[in-house]
């Protein structure tokens, strides 16, 4: 059993193909039942995001299996096999290990070291167990990738001086506009990356914000831990011609801001500059506001060049980074092999169950032991004596089972009765 991983991501597919791909959390029951339709994939795992779409499957034979993914992954979103091709990338058995981990933990974010990623990861193994998509590997997986990318979090700079699309967003704007402090921006959208970016507008000086979102309660919430302005979104549209910079991302499947609304708009403000700032998947701010005169659109893709320049800065702390991810990888695998060994030690307690039960028989019938209370006392006797007897040699079985040395048989008895110690 191995896992495996087919997937694209914001080094290998433009947005237009990430947000035809992209997995709305609606879709993942019938897209689950699909792919573990197939009886050789056994586990699956979605992970959908602005930056990338994974799809994650335990199976003992990934060649096969993985091109039923990409046949299903074809048919779901209407792109051709051979299109799909070109954008993916397929690692298998540890190498999709080493992956998952390097995605949980932000080295391989399009800003290295983002936070924001450990939580879309945890989010899509919680989405895989409540639709039934994962059992034991996956979930065993899930403790590992955890625990790896705290330790990496917490022993390693590489979360130091927080960097985000919302935040490069926001750095963005300032290399436009110079100073924030006579500009007022509005926010489409009030999940985390809004958050962020709202956080971040604050903390660079931004004179005025206002913030919209398609429940009210939630504009509010957003704009008074920030200090703005909830709008409402019927009228948000009205507070277009108001604002120098439109920051949006919300889940809308059509554009929130359209090249009509912002031809009217520049017009009402005399042509000057204003900035639009797309982080959605699929986009909310039509790309053909780019003709229009001042209006300056910038999508996901755009965010890389500014972000390249936070890389630098965090590629040394990325480096310790992964020392924490070859260790869990190591430690993970200890896991997978200490499994291999679970049936020979199950086979090992039946033949001393077996032996145990022959002997408490012959035992009885020679000494002529009827009693029932009697025949319990001996029961309890030997049982003890054979789990006390089994205690080492099988936890030795289980922790030193998956060392890869090689052994003479007499070299094996005293590692598994710990004979040297005795």
Partial sequence: MQLAVVGLNHNTAPVEVRETLAVA???LAELYKGI????????????????????????DDFLCNVESVLRIVS???????????????????????????RVASGLDSLVLGEPQIFGQVKDAFENARKLNASKTFLRKLEEYVIKTTKRIRTHTGIGDNPVSVSSAAVELAEKIFGKLEKKAALIIGAGEMCEIACKHLISSGIGELKVTNRTFAKAQALAESTGGKAVPMEHYKDELANVDIVLSSTGAPCYMVESTDIKKVMAKRKYKPMFLIDIAVPRDIDPAITDIENAYVYDIDDLKAVVESNKK????????AMEYVESGLESFYHWVESMKIVPVIKSLREYFDDKKYLELNRFCDKFKVTDKEERRRL??????????????????????????????????LEIIFDLKDS
Wanted: proline share 2%; glycine share 4%; net charge negative.
């Fill in 25 to 27: 959390d609606e879709m």
């Fill in 379 to 412: 029961e309890y006797l030997l049982s003890a004596y054979m789990n006390k007897a089994l205690h080492t040699p099988l936890n030795n079985l289980k922790d030193k089972g998956p060392n890869k040395g090689k052994y003479t048989l007499d070299e094996a």
């Fill in 75 to 101: 048919e779901v979103c209407g792109i051709s096999r051979e299109e799909l091709q070109k954008y993916t990338y397929i690692h298998c058995g540890s190498d999709s290990v080493k992956h998952i981990f």
């Fill in 36 to 59: 573990l339709t197939n009886d050789r994939i056994y586990e699956a795992m979605v992970i959908s995001t602005c930056n990338r779409v994974e799809y994650y499957i335990v199976t």
């Fill in 313 to 320: 800065l965090r590629q040394k702390e990325a480096q310790k």
